[in-house]
């Protein structure tokens, strides 16, 4: 009696101690109440925790409180609440939480990673540095996009028209643009090494979008979980696979001469440096670049393939925007040459239609998790330092109180009465987030959707195969949002 007495008083201490934990501070934004020991991780393990965020949000406002085992996550939606974590207090909501799974993937060196401090900001200095003095200045002269591009158009029209998977043949294409840009390489189909740096980053992605048990409870570390391997297995071979290729570079020395994005970044860290600052030197390292590379890789792949084929799935779904797409094309552009980045200007309904489709697909649903890095207050309520930040930016993009008809495909939403395009405002509308961890490729992603959608609706018209229902527009979850593999027929429109 007397034991099961002291067992009675030990259950009601623990539950005590459970609730003042997370009752304790009286200004945190409200939430759901956390269950012992897991919290509310139940709430972020399905693929669809980007909608359950959006009804737990109906619930408890736009800015509300979770638990992922002990640690406090706040999630964050609606323009105001949104712009204030990412511009108005930028630097107080700049940090990145640890996880299990991530510090596995980087190492705390990758760019879209690592936690805010000033090395990190140097790093972030250097990358940007090298992207804008040969990325952006060589995609603008057009020629590593015009070149893929020009046989992603002769692959697709040997099809003659038959049903096949575009989204592969647009993978290959896009990731060739990155390769030639970071690498200074391309590859085909057929290509080992391509092949190997398919599998890289789709066993890296698979294991990311699920994320791990690890994540909650580290402790567990000592448990031999089949992801886990598989994770740092693919991460090893990734770190071989661009580790070689950047000594290469090394080696060839081309720093006077860029030859693409990784002598660039030779460069760039060569000038940090000389700089008279000593702090510099040592802290941008051979490991540090080596992630660089691979955060641009895998990064711009992924976005600009998925979006692409997001948006041929949208075309498919509403043929009466594709024929409009193709009046505005033929009218401004003709049928005897190609659309070039110079015609952007002139074509605002494709404008309107990339942008549409960002805002829809909303590829990256939840963004990357930021963290607070001093004590500070949102929208009125006490975030604590260290907490970890969700902005969920599908929330915002499919807000009924902002956006009329929220779940429809309507690029005229972007234009006014006289057809022009009209840019949405930007706290309506992050697909590549904001203030200083806003993506380091948005101008070449932007160059690169532009381009291919231009060319591939210039040159085909895109139907469903006959007898075949719609494709679904149900997302797979992985690094991003991605569309299902699904079967087109493209239609010869004109012979450039």
């Not at 807000?399 to 949405?424: M, S, T």
């Amino acid at each position: 009696m007397i034991e099961e007495l002291v067992w009675l008083i030990l259950g009601v201490i623990l539950v005590k101690l459970v609730v003042n934990h997370f009752t304790t501070n009286r200004n945190l934004p409200p939430g759901p109440f956390p269950f012992p020991i897991i919290g509310n991780a139940h709430k972020l393990a399905a693929a669809s925790r980007h909608l359950d965020l959006m009804e737990l949000e109906k619930q408890y406002g736009k800015v509300f409180r979770l638990y992922l085992g002990s640690k406090l996550v706040i999630v964050v939606s609606g323009g105001n609440a949104l712009k204030e974590v990412l511009v108005t207090k930028s630097a107080e909501f700049a940090g990145r939480p640890s996880f299990y799974t991530t510090e596995v993937l980087s190492k705390g060196k990758a760019i879209v990673l690592a936690d805010y401090s000033p090395e990190w900001r140097l790093h972030r200095k250097v990358a940007s540095s090298a992207l804008k003095t040969y990325s952006d200045a060589k995609l603008k002269r057009g020629t590593v996009i015009n070149n893929e591009f020009d046989l992603l158009l002769k692959r697709v029209r040997s099809r003659n028209g038959q049903p096949h998977d575009i989204t592969k043949e647009i993978r290959l294409a896009v990731m060739n643009v990155i390769c030639a840009l970071v690498f200074g390489s391309r590859y085909e189909l057929d290509d080992p090494e391509f092949t190997k740096f398919m599998e890289i980053t789709n066993g890296i992605a698979s294991v990311v979008a699920t994320g791990s048990v690890l994540d909650v409870f580290p402790w567990l570390y000592f448990i031999p979980f089949k992801s886990i391997e598989k994770l740092k297995k693919k991460c090893q071979e990734r770190d071989e696979l661009v580790g070689r290729i950047y000594r290469e570079h090394a080696q060839a020395n081309r720093i006077d001469n860029p030859g693409d994005l990784t002598d660039a970044l030779l460069k760039a860290k060569k000038e940090a440096e000389d700089e008279p600052d000593s702090s510099v030197k040592g802290f941008l390292t051979d490991e540090n670049l080596i992630m660089t590379m691979s955060d641009v890789f895998i990064a711009g792949m992924e976005t600009t393939a998925s979006t692409l084929s997001w948006a041929l799935l949208y075309l498919i779904h509403n043929p009466e925007v594709q024929q409009r797409l193709h009046r505005e094309l033929d009218q401004v552009i003709g049928p005897d040459r190609l659309p070039e980045l110079e015609d952007k200007k002139n074509l605002p309904y494709l404008e309107a239609t990339m942008t549409e489709t960002l805002r829809l697909s909303s590829l990256l649903s939840l963004s990357v998790p930021h963290k607070t890095t001093v004590d500070t207050t949102l929208q009125g309520y006490s975030i604590p330092k260290g907490t970890t930040v969700l902005t969920n930016l599908w929330s915002l993009h499919h807000d009924p109180e902002i956006w009329d008809d929220p779940d429809a495909f309507r690029p005229e939403r972007f234009l006014d009465e006289e057809g022009n395009f009209v840019p949405p405002k930007a706290d309506r509308f992050l697909p590549f987030s904001a203030g200083r961890r806003v993506c380091l490729g948005e101008s070449l992603a932007r160059i690169e959707l532009f381009l291919v959608l231009a060319r591939l609706l210039h040159s085909f018209k895109f139907e469903n195969p006959t007898s075949c229902d719609l494709p679904s527009l149900e997302p797979v979850t992985g690094l991003v949002l991605m569309p299902r593999p699904f079967n087109v027929c493209a239609l010869k429109r004109h012979a450039v």
